[in-house]
Nanobody
Framework: EVQLQASGGGLVQAGGSLRLSCEVS????????VAWFRQAPGKKREGVSV????????VYADSVKGRFTISSDNAKNTVYLQMDRLKPEDTAVYYC????????????????????YGKGTQVTVSS
């Protein structure tokens, strides 16, 4: 059973930083991707970033490019999302998600829902 455990949300002032963590377990293959999605109040859930467990190759939504960095520590089965220069519009519940995928992810990978989701973690950016 695939399980995803996200942590690291909180309250931060605009311009500040937070790091989210997602511990992944249960995959029986190395060919999978882990992504971060977010959902602000009254809005549709959107993909933020994605990385492949086997080949890396991070991808970012335009709204966070240059400010967020996704990385993985395969020894710890953990994916991180470093969020810098945060803006009030980054306020949302952040979810880590995953699914089996061979090869490099693309922006299309996070334009649709993935197979597995963890519980969300709240990120609030005050102005």
């Amino acid at each position: 059973e695939v399980q995803l455990q996200a942590s690291g949300g909180g309250l931060v002032q605009a311009g500040g930083s937070l790091r989210l963590s997602c511990e992944v377990s249960g995959f029986t293959t190395d060919e999978y991707v882990v992504a971060w999605f977010r959902q602000a109040p009254g809005k549709k859930r959107e993909g933020v970033s994605v990385i492949s467990h086997s080949v890396g190759s991070p991808v970012y939504a335009d709204s966070v490019k240059g400010r967020f960095t996704i990385s993985s520590d395969n020894a710890k089965n953990t994916v991180y999302l470093q969020m810098d220069r945060l803006k009030p519009e980054d306020t949302a519940v952040y979810y880590c998600a995953a699914e089996e995928l061979s090869g490099r992810p693309t922006i299309a990978t996070i334009q649709f829902e993935l197979d597995y989701y963890g519980k969300g973690t709240q990120v609030t950016v005050s102005s």
